[in-house]
């Protein structure tokens, strides 16, 4: 066993897993588990920039974190950091904030070495499973970007295109420094067509129609199916590995689309953090599904963390 520190930090949300990792069983025991949603990717997509806001709400987050690592005495710790901080002109303020907290560097990983990551983390306990074909195509719907990754028990193909819950939501859903709520029919066409841009770039990469199983990850994707299940309160172990049929993909799409604000925070399951962003999150997985024929996808809570976690016990 060795246990082990992974820090995702991705344009909406950072997360922690501190874990005992065994690679000779395959096994990955949780210790300590968190998300804080941070917003880290405001605004960067117009403007080029972390706020320092952003940036402060996410080295406080990291305070946190460290202060968990150390009690629990992880042995190693990697910080891996996504789109938000891949498209950033002041992405060395965020780089001396990490270290300067946490004692690592983060690392501003490719969006090919996200969706190895992905891929690893949410099918290291699907690859024994008779009921589920191959390949996997597993889809990782994050706030700025979304990975796509093709393989059975490795990866065959991947790609990341810039199209995540919040980039879509800030491109078009937001004038004047409010959101539309709910959106005009016209703004969810202006998503829809990015969408489809994003999914013809991702299939020259990877053949989106030769997936037998789709496995989707991150709390767009939990969410969604947290409401499906008809939860009173999100609960991960009911959600892990449940399976959503593309119809209700569909009916809670056309629900978000057309709720308020209030509507949407009313939801039981719902993160205070997702209530803006979760319509477009919704949009962007309906838009895969119909694009690659997906009857309905499997939903993990194991994603690029857990990916991470392991990179480090081999």
């Keep these: 066993m060795k246990r082990v520190a992974a820090i995702d930090c991705g344009t909406n949300s950072i997360r922690l897993l501190v874990a005992d990792a065994d ?3 395959g096994e990955l025991k949780d210790l300590d588990r968190r998300m804080q949603i941070v917003r880290l990717g405001q605004g960067v997509d ?28 992880a042995e190693q710790v990697r910080f891996v950091a996504t789109s938000a901080s891949r498209d950033a002109e002041n992405r060395e303020d965020f ?21 190895e990551f992905s ?34 028990e490795s990866v065959r193909a991947a790609r990341s295109v810039d199209v995540g819950c919040v980039r879509m939501t800030e491109r078009h859903l937001v004038h004047g420094g409010d959101i539309s709520d709910p959106p005009a029919p016209g703004q969810i066409a202006a998503i829809k067509a990015d969408v489809a841009a994003a999914l013809d770039r991702a ?25 499906a299940l008809g939860l009173g309160q999100y609960d991960s172990e009911a959600i892990h590995h449940s399976r959503i049929s593309l119809a209700k ?66």
């Design 119 to 152: 891929f690893n983390g949410a099918t290291k306990e699907l690859t024994a499973r008779a009921d589920l074909q191959r390949p996997f195509l597993v889809v990782d719907i994050g706030g700025g970007s979304t990975e796509f990754v093709l393989g059975s």
């Design 95 to 115: 780089v001396r904030g990490v270290v300067d907290i946490l004692g690592v560097e983060p690392e501003v990983i490719t969006g090919d070495q996200e969706a």
């Design 23 to 25: 690679p000779a069983t």
């Design 203 to 227: 299939e020259e990469t990877v053949p989106l129609g030769e997936a037998a199983t789709l496995v989707g990850l991150a709390g767009s994707v939990t969410t969604v199916a947290a409401i």
């Design 46 to 73: 117009r403007t080029g920039r972390l706020a320092p806001e952003a940036l402060e709400r996410t080295f406080a987050a990291c305070r946190e974190y460290a202060a968990v690592i150390k009690g629990l005495g």
């Design 249 to 314: 993909v569909r009916e809670i799409t056309g629900m978000l689309l057309s709720s308020t604000h209030a509507e949407r925070a009313a939801i039981p399951v719902m993160h205070p953090g997702r209530v803006d962003v979760i319509a477009a999150g919704a949009l962007v997985l309906l838009s895969i599904m119909e694009r690659t024929g997906a009857g309905e996808v499997v939903v993990s809570e194991h994603d690029i963390l857990d990916g991470i976690a392991w990179s480090l016990a081999g």
